[in-house]
């Protein structure tokens, strides 16, 4: 059974404060809405389709994740979420509210488990504490908490069935399962949890905080990789060389089979072992006259794409070029506009530098330029 999930992040969050709001808020060194993506990439859910505020659409995802822009209602973000999934529809989908970073993968599978034999299913916890009546800041009355439920997210439906509950609806439901049952669906309740919290207010935070702490072992962790680069270079006969991919005039080339643009290869380097890729001679072999002369534009555009393919994205690259002359500082800007458009990255993303080894060792007799480099990978 195709099962897809829509996070529902539309709303602003503002009784949790912080300034910003609560779904992207930093939780136990993510952001909110990390936590909740994740667990249903644990539990295998896909697609996943995040529904956002009109105010959030270019907030960093990662690249799987499918986004929909909210409506002024949780159901209205709802059905927008529903659509997007509607040009390929799952046999059933999760709808599940941003707020509850807690969700486990267990409980997950319990819903999606529950929707192979139920039309809708919804996670829910027995009300052990009693119940009060109110007015005024007095207490009216008793509620007998016999039969009575707390709700939960994820709550799973068929897709076509809670796709036409939703477009039936009047709207102003307080979930889906309203949704659904005034629908004339059936739903299942399955065991929720009790660390299955929604972040509401302030002190919430530091509650989730504790729980996620306690069960970081259970949800993927973050893949970056980091890959340095070292090359090296000596100086020949020649009367500019090519730094970075940038024409540098100098009073020597750099002697290479390529173009010896020894910072290119530095940074092509870091990405080969960001990925245990080995180097350029792997994959373009010195010995093989096709590569002679070649455009080092060539090997880091090729390191880049293998990078994409793999899904990485390239979080940022440094890299430090060695040598006394020329100057680096005047072409630094131009170099690393250059790089950034062979990764298809954007240029706050690159640092290029100089240094000079204080007139010692082989680059300090000018005898050539030396480079290294740095590059980190991020499973997007």
């Known amino acids: 059974m195709k099962t897809a999930a829509i996070i529902v992040a539309a709303g602003r969050g503002t009784r949790a404060g912080g300034g910003l ?7 136990a060194g993510r952001r909110v809405a990390d936590w ?11 697609p996943i389709v995040v529904v956002l505020h009109p105010d959030d659409g270019a907030v960093p995802l990662p690249a799987h994740v499918l986004r929909a822009t909210g409506g002024a209602t949780r159901d209205a973000s709802v059905r927008a979420g529903l659509e997007a999934l509607a040009g390929d529809p799952p046999d059933a989908v999760l709808i599940h509210d941003i707020a509850r970073p807690c969700v486990t993968p267990a409980l997950i599978a319990r819903v999606t488990a529950a929707l192979e ?51 039936a609806h009047p709207g102003g439901a307080a979930d889906d399962v309203e949704v659904a049952r005034a629908a004339g669906l059936a739903v299942t309740v399955v065991e929720g949890e009790a660390d299955n919290i929604k972040i509401t207010g302030p002190g919430d935070f530091a509650r989730a905080e504790r729980i996620l702490r306690g069960t970081m072992d259970q949800l993927p962790l973050p893949d970056i990789r980091l890959g340095n680069g070292y090359d090296v270079h000596a100086f020949g006969p020649g009367d ?10 100098h009073g020597h080339g750099l002697v290479g089979h390529s173009d010896a643009d020894v910072g290119m290869h530095a940074i092509t380097d870091a990405l080969y072992g960001a990925m245990a890729e080995g180097d350029i001679g792997r994959h373009f072999p010195p010995t093989d006259p096709q590569w002679k002369g070649a455009a080092s534009e060539i090997f880091l555009a090729h390191a ?15 890299c430090t070029l060695v040598c006394e002359r020329p100057k680096i500082g005047p072409h630094a800007i131009r170099m690393a506009q250059e790089i950034a458009r ?7 993303r690159v640092s290029i530098k100089a240094t000079t080894s ?6 300090g007799r000018e005898e050539g330029i030396a480079a290294l480099a740095t590059a980190t990978l991020v499973k997007a």
Do not use: M, Y
């Open 36 to 46: 909740t993506i994740s667990a249903f990439d644990a539990a295998g859910t896909a």
């Open 342 to 348: 062979i990764c298809g990255i954007d240029g706050t």
């Open 240 to 249: 500019h060389v090519i730094l970075c991919g940038v024409r540098v005039d």
């Open 358 to 363: 204080e007139r010692l060792g082989f680059t």
């Open 304 to 318: 880049a794409g293998l990078a994409r393919a793999r899904g990485f994205a390239i979080g940022n690259v440094d």
């Open 117 to 167: 034999s139920a039309e809708a299913a919804a996670p829910g916890l027995p009300v052990s504490d009693a119940l009060w009546h109110g007015d005024r800041g007095a207490v009216t009355g008793t509620q007998d908490r016999t039969g009575l439920l707390a709700a939960q997210t994820p709550q799973g439906f068929r897709f076509a069935a809670i796709r036409a509950a939703h477009a």
């Open 21 to 27: 709001p609560k779904q992207w808020r930093p939780l």
